[in-house]
């Protein structure tokens, strides 16, 4: 199978490039990300390979199929970047569900305990011999309640750190688990109740803006505000209104309203002209990194693998386990 990968990084080549071989695929790696204008550098591939931030619409569909591409295989677990409407009975769309859940819990707890004792700013106080320990006072996890939202794979990872933290967690999920030890509430509930709030659930219609003027309303003044999940549920305005206000003990992101073309690239040369991430990046008490909380060894491997794996399904005519419809 032939396979264009767009937005190709150097980690990706270390993991993908050795194994591609022996799933019996050749790989043709290119750096721009896929969008309307590159969707073209996949003539005479069998597949394209994307990644978060690539997107595929329904012209792009149309073109892809015109070429002859049979497939699109994510490198990832999300599916709101691709029209799927469009891509029924044209291309199959395969993903990688599951890599490790543990990899973005784990992350999110990072998030969480950076911005809550302010590590990232005692580093780069004591680079600079600046031994003073003022504004860097954080809380106790220990006893406080943790909300999350969202209870999949990634959700009960994180369920299962914050219990080890000595945490009371309490859960909002639409199709609550049953076979859960956790206690699920409303979202209203949740929001009122929880000093950590942590989004583990995906980017559709219903969930995105769900932090919002109104629900930050009904949150807990000093709370902390983690997600690792997609930007686009939190609606950075009125994240920003309330930060000024004072609302929030930290606010951790490794995802953005507006990441698309701005995250896994080095713009410390360029003039930043998206203001909300720079107003974002000026409060002591907020850690944004760019979506990497997948990014462990264990991940990427995992993620190379089942990628391959899919393409081997499709070529081979197998079930397709991880495809992904409308
Ligand atoms: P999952 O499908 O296992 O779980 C998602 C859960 O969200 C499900 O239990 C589902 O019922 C629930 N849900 C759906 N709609 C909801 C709503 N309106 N309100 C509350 N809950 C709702 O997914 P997962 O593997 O746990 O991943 C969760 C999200 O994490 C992904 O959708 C993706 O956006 C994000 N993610 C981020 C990274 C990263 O690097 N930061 C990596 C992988 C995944």
Request: aromatic residues 8%; negative net charge; glycine residues 6%.
């Amino acid at each position: 199978m032939k396979i264009v990968f767009y937005g190709t990084k150097p980690y990706d080549k270390l993991y993908f490039e050795p194994m591609a071989k022996d799933y019996g695929c050749k790989i043709r790696f290119v750096e721009t990300p896929c969008n309307e204008y590159t969707v073209s550098l996949a003539k005479g591939a069998d597949a394209i390979c994307i990644f978060v931030n690539d997107y595929i619409t329904a012209p792009m569909i149309d073109e892809l199929h015109d070429m002859g591409v049979k497939a699109i295989l994510l490198r990832c677990a999300g599916f709101n970047n691709v029209d799927l409407k469009a891509a029924k009975d044209k291309l199959e769309v395969l993903r990688v569900p599951s890599y490790s859940p543990e990899a973005v819990a784990e992350y999110a707890m990072t998030l969480l305990m950076t911005v809550n004792r302010r590590t990232h700013r005692a580093y780069a106080r004591t680079r600079d011999f600046n031994m003073t320990i003022n504004g860097l006072m954080g809380q106790d996890m220990h006893g406080k309640t943790a909300g999350v939202v969202g209870t999949g794979k990634i959700g009960q990872a994180m369920i299962r750190i914050l219990k080890g933290f000595g945490m009371e967690v309490i859960a909002y999920d639409v199709y609550p688990n049953p076979n859960l030890d956790v206690t699920y509430v409303s979202m209203e509930e949740l929001f009122s109740r929880a000093d950590v709030i942590s989004l583990h659930c995906p980017l559709t219609k219903e969930t995105k803006h769900m932090i919002n003027r109104k629900t930050i309303a009904m949150m807990k003044e000093n709370s902390f505000l983690i997600n690792t999940s997609r930007g686009d549920l939190i609606n950075t305005d009125d994240l920003i209104e309330a930060l000024l206000q004072k609302k929030f003990a930290g606010v951790g992101l490794d995802v953005y309203e507006e990441e698309e073309g701005m995250f896994y690239e080095d713009h410390s040369g360029d003039i930043i002209r998206d203001e909300n991430l720079v107003r974002l990046s000026t409060f002591p008490n907020v850690l944004i990194t760019s979506h990497m909380g997948f990014f462990t060894q264990e991940a990427m491997k995992a993620i190379a693998t089942t990628t391959l794996e899919n393409a081997r399904a499709l070529e081979n005519g197998e079930e397709l386990k991880n495809r992904v419809e409308a």
